[in-house]
Every structure is written in C-alpha cells, then in structure tokens.
C-alpha cells in the first residue's frame, strides 16, 4: 500500500518537470541563462582578453604648444578639431568600458622646423597609464597640419553708416565706434592682406536724435573684397557705433560792440557781411534756441574808423558742424555819412577818488584826440563838450607820479564819441 503511493508521488514530479520543459517562456529563459553563464565561462576562463576599437578621439593640436612657441609657430587651421579611431587590446571588462576622453591623440612635430603644412604621425596615449589595455592602431595614422607665425596688427575701426537714414531737416555727421581701435591675430600672410576693419551699422527708423548702435566687425583685405578666414581672429567681435544726428538750421552773422560810449547809439554803425548767414548743424535740444551766430567784437575807442573793416575767424560750439565750410567772414562799415576831427581836451577830471590818497592831474591838455561820428555832429563838436575821466577807484598804485589811462567822453551825444587811447600823468600822495 505504502509503496504504491510513493511512485505515484515520483511519477507526479517527474511530468511536473516535462511540463516546464514544454512551458515556451520557461525555455525561453534557460536558454539565456545558459547563455549567460557560457559567455562568462568564455570571458573570464577560455578568452579573458578582446579587441575593440574607441571612436571619435580629438587630436590634441595644443599637445606641443610650448614646443610650437619657442619657435614661434602656431597650428592654424579653418576646420574643426579633427577625430580619429584607436584599435586596442585588453582585459574585456576594461576595454569594454572605453570612451574617447580616456586615450590622448596628438602629431609628433620631430620634423618640424619652420612655417608651412606637414603630414606628421599621430601618437596614442592612456590617460590612465594603469589601465589593463594596449593601444594597437590609430586610425588614420597620420595628420596633415599647418603652421604659420602668428602677428598681431592694430586696425582703426572703419564705419559704415549707408543703412542710416536722418529724417528730413536732420543730417548724419561723423560716427564713431568705441573702442575705435582692435588688433587682428592670425597668419602673418593673412594679416599682411587686411586691407581696413569696418563696423556697419543698418537702422529701420529714421532717426532725428543720436542713437547708439552695436555693429558687428567686417575684415576687408586690400582689393576692397571681405575676408572670411577664421584664422584671424579680432579682440573684440563687436563694437559700439555712435550715430550722431544733428539738426540743420540757417543762422543770421552778427557782431557785437566793446567800449561803446555811454549814450552812443550803435544802430549808427551798419556792418555789411560778406556772408549774410551760415548753414550749421547741432543737436536738436540746443540748436533749436539759437537765432544767430557772433562772429566776434569790435572795440569801438581803440579799433574803429572810417570805411573800418575787420575779418573773423568763424568758430562753431563743440558737438556743432559748419556745413557751409566757412572759415571767415570780413566784416566792413559804410562811414560815408561819418566824419572826423582832433580837438585838444583840456577838462581832465578824476572820478571816485579815495579818502585816504590824493590824486592831482600833472597833465594839463591831451592833444590830437580823434573824435568820429555823424557829419555834422561832429562839426558843431567843440572841445569844451569833450571830458577826459580818470577813474581813481581802478588805480592800484602806490604813492608818487604814475602815467595812467583816460577814458573821452562826449556828454550828452549819442552821435559821436572818441577813438583811439589816451594818457595822462598824475601824482598820487596820502591824505
């Protein structure tokens, strides 16, 4: 009895076994596990080493580059960084985990010697000189590179303001670029060819205000055609353009008047110009307040006479632009209704004296004294209408005799006055 139930528990187990054998997913998964297990019997007992091959390594073109400069050489090349393939040998786990930072490829330069292009031999080396692995091959075994002596020239940087437009009544004078100066490096034949550097600047709107503008660098060689070499290389790739935009306005030229006499009416005095008026161009905020432009002055007692004339240099405010280009302008007086005489002035008289000094006129007359003005003003002119005036309060002088000026003064006329200077000898004492 006991024995039949026990082969019957046997025969169960033995088809609970087939069962899984006839399962898919069941075999399915022993069949990998076996797998498995075969590969590391292989991998780590038959065959522990393998070959492989590590992709897309950088050749290090800065290897040698103390080597390069001590004779003063330098790799140029346009293209990207070049990449090359490395066959190695090793454990299979090591080699296995290889990546492309893990081996250095660099061109051994024993023949080079001076400027120009080479083929040079590429050298691998383990970043980890420990690593369980060999290099075996570099794939392409060897470069082309080539070598210049690199120089450096500084360039005035050139603007280009064609894409600006001013409104009408506004004018676009002088831009400039900040810095307005950059050094180009590279090749020396390169830059031996670098004819100018421009900043061009393009703006939509058009403009009636300074606008500031950045603009990217154009290299143009001596033939006027642009250089795209990326063997040059700037120490500023942009630059700030400064667009000055100025109004334009047509001011009147005018003169103005020193040592004019008291009461004298200076309408008197018709200046013609051998200019009437002068094109300039300012910024708008100032520009817009001016209504003329003075030439200059005329000192009526030491410079005028008759038929006078007198040339001005024309000066502009900074920030403003002559646009007519007007260097000077002659200034001339029609005196012919003008006439003149002497007369000697014998009434000399000191003003604003002080209390602590005396001050007494030596000189009793002042002679040849010129007086100009209308005709017949100045014809019914007699000397006892003329006063010559010492003015104590601007005397600085310290006791004794001193020679001093005289202001001439016409009392009452507004017609005629005195040119030219005049002196007299007074004696300064304490009170």
Do not use: C, H
């Not at 008026?277 to 410079?303: C, F, V």
């Not at 029609?334 to 604003?352: E, G, L, M």
Request: net charge negative; charged share 20%; glycine share 6%.
């Amino acid at each position: 009895m006991s024995r039949t139930k026990k082969s019957k528990k046997g025969q169960k187990r033995r088809l609970n076994l087939g069962k899984l054998f006839s399962n898919n997913q069941f075999v399915l998964a022993f069949s990998i596990l076996i797998a498995v297990l075969a590969w590391l019997v292989v991998s780590l007992v038959i065959e522990p080493d393998t070959e492989d091959k590590v992709t897309g390594i950088p050749v290090d073109l800065d290897y040698n580059a103390q080597t390069l400069q001590s004779m003063g050489l330098d790799v140029v090349t346009e293209d990207e960084t070049p990449k090359v393939s490395v066959r190695v040998e090793g454990e299979r786990a090591v080699v296995g985990g290889l990546e492309a930072d893990d081996i250095t490829v660099y061109p051994r330069l024993s023949n080079v010697t001076e400027a120009g292009q080479y083929e040079l031999t590429l050298v691998a080396v383990k970043n980890d000189a420990n690593a369980s692995y060999e290099i075996k091959e570099i794939i392409p075994s060897t470069i082309t590179v080539r070598f210049a002596t690199l120089t450096q020239k500084k360039f005035v940087v050139e603007t280009d303001t064609s894409g600006v437009k001013p409104a009408d009544g506004y004018i676009l004078t002088g831009a400039y670029a900040t810095p307005g100066e950059i050094t180009l490096t590279g090749p020396e034949e390169e830059i031996q060819s670098v004819g100018r550097v421009v900043a061009s600047v393009s703006i939509d709107e058009e403009l009636t205000s300074t606008r500031i503008a950045v603009a990217q660098l154009t290299i143009y060689d001596k033939n006027d055609n642009p250089i795209n070499s990326k063997l040059i290389s700037t120490d500023a790739e942009t630059v700030e353009v400064t667009v000055p935009i100025l109004q334009e306005k047509v001011l009147p030229l005018t003169v103005g008047y020193t040592n004019v006499p008291d009461g004298f009416d200076t309408s008197l005095l018709k200046p013609t110009f051998e200019y009437d008026s002068i094109s300039l161009a300012g910024p708008a905020d100032s520009i817009q307040n001016k209504t003329e432009l003075m030439l200059g002055y005329i000192d009526l007692q030491k410079e005028f006479t008759l038929n006078f004339t007198k040339t001005f240099q024309v000066t502009v405010d900074t920030g403003y632009q002559n646009l007519d280009n007007l260097n000077e302008v002659t200034v001339s007086f029609d005196t012919s209704a003008f006439s003149q005489k002497t007369v000697t002035v014998s009434d000399i008289r000191v003003v604003n004296e002080q209390q602590n000094r005396e001050v007494t006129v030596l000189t009793r007359r002042i002679y040849d004294v010129t007086i100009l003005g209308l005709a017949d003003d100045v014809t019914a002119l007699n000397a006892s209408s003329v006063i010559a005036e010492i003015d104590a309060g601007d005397l600085t002088l310290g006791e004794g005799q001193q020679t001093v000026p005289v202001t001439i003064r016409i009392p009452g006329s507004n017609s005629v006055f005195a040119v030219g200077s005049y002196t007299a000898l007074i004696e300064i004492s304490a009170n």
